[in-house]
């Protein structure tokens, strides 16, 4: 069952329903795309499929240095516009694919204002933005796979969103691994654990093309891989769909066609496989 991970996620799901949890809009079909746009035909009746896509929001300037380059590698100068753009984006090809989507209003890691900075710090903050915010850099934070302790705020509040939208026994997640350390990533994983419910996990593309998960949290999962390399040419149209963000994920215009891996952990097919009144 495991070697294909459509007829795996069909029967975890059962009646209930998957609830694909996505950092940013586009990151779920970036490395599921394949993945949503088959698996609707395989699932059982009356079961859904819809994407929480997290970190939905940019906030006003000032902006950091970090911030300002993803600014202009988008061709955008208003966070706030940019990211209604990609919401945009995001209902339009979930809803070709005809799956639930919900938007959950975080506001993405580059532009996360500390909570806990002081009036001194908020007025030098005016000046230098760097000290104002939970990730003042690209490659010395946000891409560090580290979650700032001034950051736990929003690990509670993700968690809560998600038990919220999928209570337990309804079904089931598909969560990023954190390939690549981006830290909105990395939170949505650690929210995935926190909840509590039986997680899949995905490996992140486009970052899978030079990185490999993080072995301390792969190797407890003792996770099976299944792999889809089916319908890779239709999910190179779909993520064309999110036109904001292909200068920057693929500079060439070249949308790289590779299987998508997900790792199914052997606790979720365990209980799946369990008989009934059987041990717990």
């Known amino acids: 069952m495991a070697d294909d991970p459509l007829t795996t996620l069909a029967a975890l799901t059962g009646s209930g329903e998957l609830l694909v949890l996505s950092p940013h809009p586009d990151d779920a079909v970036l490395s599921c795309g394949a993945l949503l746009r088959q698996l609707p035909d395989r699932l059982y009746h009356r079961a859904s499929v819809t994407v929480m896509t997290v970190f939905t929001e940019g906030t006003p300037p ?11 590698q988008t061709g955008a100068v208003d966070a706030e516009e940019l990211y ?55 490659r010395l934070h946000l891409s560090r796979g580290r979650v ?5 705020e929003t690990v509670r509040r993700v968690t809560d969103t998600v ?27 650690t929210a995935a654990v926190l909840s509590g419910l039986p997680a899949v996990y995905y490996s992140d593309f486009p970052y899978n093309l ?17 792999s889809l390399d089916q319908g890779l040419d239709e999910k190179a149209e779909l993520i064309r ?11 060439d215009g ?5 299987p998508e891996v997900y790792l199914l952990p052997a606790a979720v097919l365990d209980a799946r496989t369990r008989p009934a009144g059987g041990p717990s």
């Not at 000032?62 to 202009?72: N, S």
């Not at 700032?148 to 736990?152: E, F």
């Not at 919220?164 to 390939?179: D, I, N, R």
């Open 62 to 72: 000032p902006y950091t240095l970090a911030a300002r380059r993803f600014l202009r």
């Open 84 to 138: 209604a753009e990609r919401r945009t984006e995001d209902s339009a090809v979930l809803a070709g694919l005809g799956v639930g989507r919900f938007h959950a209003g975080f506001v993405d890691g580059l532009f996360r204002i500390d909570p806990a900075q002081g009036r001194w710090r908020r007025l030098a903050a005016g000046l230098v933005p760097e000290l104002g915010h939970v990730y003042p850099t690209n």
């Open 148 to 152: 700032s302790p001034r950051d736990s």
């Open 163 to 189: 038990r919220e939208l999928l209570p337990q026994g309804q079904g089931v997640l598909l969560a990023p691994l954190g390939v690549g350390r981006h830290v909105d990533h990395v939170v949505v994983r």
């Open 254 to 258: 070249v949308i790289p066609l590779v």
């Open 241 to 251: 769909g999110y036109r904001t963000q292909l200068r920057s994920l693929f500079p």
């Open 210 to 226: 030079e990185e490999a998960p993080d072995p301390g949290f792969t190797g407890p999962l003792a996770a099976t891989e299944a």
